[in-house]
């Protein structure tokens, strides 16, 4: 044989038994691969970011000062990953104005552990024992510092319930469903048409001074100087009457109003005038129960203002941030 012919034969021969001998080869284990839910500003936010999240429920309802109220909270585990992914937005947008360093996480950690009288270790134990790990609480924790940061920085010194707000909720909310019988103190200014030539005229007069008081003058000034009632000197101040003491086409004006109201202009040739009321102030003989609850309702109306002064904040960032959702149409680069 050829010696080249011999060499090939050889090559082969070599070749085909290590392909028998060569075990077949094991199908690879599929990939378990990340998938991206939305981006802000460049941050983004994982399916693995949605899961945690829902891990860690319990311990959010915990730390996070603006979970409490909010749609997820209320869905708890059946929370939808659009809504997940909706308040992920809205706390990367908070992070990123209200940034917190490690060093300060490690302080607010440090002043948890030392307000409970307990050290690292058994703070990592408690977790532990509720099913979770040190590093999701120290996340969570710099979530709750940036977002008590907005709320004392930007939020707290626009949220005011005033005493009148207060008693509105409980007049509305709890007396008038009782049969306790209320009292009402208001102010009113009449024009009489007998003081004018014609019914127009006096309406024209009435609503000028309504236009006055919606302008910014005070209710007893519009009074004083527009009244023809015996009370125009003291402002149009009333005593205090019953429901059953008033008129009732004044009652059921002054039923409409919450306190400092001001009414429409109403009357006319039937009534003899054109009034405005003022309600002043609201009492019953269930005043002892309003004592008791009146701080109660003042936090609920917090709570509740809080919530709506942060709604238009994120309103405010999130039109000058670029989000981005998975599946949304593609965005051009700008090129200058």
């Keep these: 044989m050829h010696f080249l012919t011999l060499i090939l034969a050889v090559m082969v021969a070599t070749a085909s038994a290590a392909q028998a001998v060569t075990p077949a080869p094991v199908p690879k284990a599929p990939l378990t691969l990340e998938k991206l839910e939305a981006s802000v500003n460049a941050n983004i936010i994982l399916l693995s ?17 603006l ?58 134990h408690a977790l532990a024992d509720q099913g979770f790990a040190f590093e999701q609480y120290f996340d969570l924790i710099r979530v709750s510092v940036s977002k008590r940061n907005l709320i004392d920085r930007d939020i707290r010194t626009k949220v005011t319930i005033a005493d009148d707000d207060v008693k509105n909720y409980f007049y509305n909310h709890y007396a008038k469903t009782s049969n306790i019988p209320m009292a009402y103190k208001l102010n009113i200014i009449t024009v009489s048409l007998s003081n004018y030539k014609t019914p127009a005229a006096a309406k024209d007069v009435a609503q ?24 125009a000197a003291t402002g149009g101040e009333l005593a205090s009457v019953t ?6 086409l004044i009652r059921d004006q002054a039923k409409k109003l919450q306190l400092g109201g001001v009414s429409e202009v109403f009357g006319g040739p039937g009534a003899g005038s054109y009034m405005i009321v003022k309600l002043a102030d ?53 090129h200058p």
């Design 67 to 124: 979970f409490a109220g909010t749609k997820v909270a209320s869905d708890g585990a059946n929370a939808s990953a659009k809504d997940i992914v909706d308040f992920l937005i809205d706390e990367k947008i908070i992070a990123q104005q209200y940034p917190v360093t490690d060093a300060e996480v490690e302080q607010e950690v440090n002043s948890i552990q030392s307000n409970n009288h307990i050290d690292r270790n058994q703070l990592r």
């Design 49 to 65: 970011d949605v899961n945690k999240f829902r891990e860690t429920l319990k311990l959010r309802a915990q730390l996070d000062p």
């Design 282 to 334: 609201v009492r019953s003989s269930d005043n002892e129960r309003y004592e008791k609850m009146k701080e109660e309702i003042r936090g609920q109306l917090s709570a509740g203002e809080y919530q709506h002064q942060i709604s238009l904040w994120l309103e405010r960032q999130r039109a000058s941030a670029f989000i981005h959702h998975a599946g949304d149409p593609a965005v051009a680069a700008y």
């Design 208 to 231: 000028q001074a309504l236009n006055s008081i919606r302008a910014g003058e005070s209710f007893e000034d519009a009074a004083k100087r527009t009244s023809d009632d015996s009370s």
């Design 243 to 248: 429901e059953d003491q008033m008129s009732p």
